[in-house]
């Protein structure tokens, strides 16, 4: 064999143990596979889709309201049913909450630590919130409907592989927020920055903070959402646990 073609053999070795390296450059993947990766979902579309994954079945949520709370829940985006239980300190008064939608209807039952008895406060008896959609009350609070706020998602890129960070416009979604039109008019503005977790297409967190408004401060309001499927059997209170208006 002589050295010219003992060199090219030897080139041919090389190239081959080293996978191809003429073809090295082009990959833009690390592996030597000489096939390029495939494209990263655009953070826009795949946030849209998370979000419409989460209104298709039942699930658990968490919601941290910072110093305001701790909430936990479960919710049917299909019949609308959801019962929520707020843990929270207002002003020194200690307090449990629930809330229970039921029909588009939403009962209320409070129990204060340190309520001296007084009927509505004990924990014993629900009411009936007749103003139950009205934004910016307590009745207005829908983890499902929250989500719809996304639609609004501007500017959305991704943090990591399954973390996205984006805008949404007050403007377009204060209704979803359970903001009335009073306080979205006292904001210097109304672009709001969130971020969103994404596990196997669907919304998992979403978190943004609520700005500060008059004597408010501003709030963390951090959404968790899991156990998709889980069981949601919730029924109105009975009619003797309810108080008259």
């Not at 019949?79 to 809330?99: D, I, Q, R, Y």
């Not at 978190?207 to 309001?221: D, I, L, R, S, W």
């Amino acid at each position: 064999m002589n050295k010219r073609t003992m060199a090219s053999v030897m080139l041919a070795a090389l190239l081959a143990a080293g996978g191809c390296a003429g073809n090295s450059g082009t990959t833009g993947t690390g592996t030597g596979t000489g096939v390029e990766a495939p494209a990263k979902k655009d953070a826009t579309a795949a946030l849209t889709a998370a979000a419409a994954e989460l209104q298709k079945d039942t699930f658990k949520t968490t919601v941290n309201l910072g110093d305001q709370g701790t909430m936990t829940g479960v919710a049917d985006p299909a019949s609308k049913n959801a019962e929520f239980v707020m843990e929270s300190t207002s002003a020194g008064a200690e307090g449990t909450t629930t809330l229970r939608v039921v029909g588009g209807v939403t009962y209320i039952k409070i129990k204060l630590k340190e309520s001296s008895g007084l009927p509505g406060f004990d924990g014993k008896k629900w009411r009936k919130l007749e103003n139950s959609g009205a934004m910016g009350t307590v009745g207005n609070f829908d983890a499902t409907e929250m989500t719809k706020s996304l639609n609004s998602a501007a500017e959305v890129e991704w943090v990591d592989d399954d973390t996205v960070k984006g805008t949404i416009d007050l403007a377009k979604s204060a209704k979803q927020l359970g903001m009335g039109t009073e306080v979205l008019g006292k904001l210097s503005s109304t672009k709001l920055p969130f971020q969103a977790d994404i596990a196997d297409g669907r919304l998992v967190a979403y978190k943004f903070t609520m700005p500060a408004v008059g004597n408010q401060a501003a709030y963390e309001f951090d959404m968790r959402y899991s156990d998709f499927g889980t069981p949601v059997d919730i029924k109105a209170p009975p009619a003797k646990d309810v108080m008259k208006s």
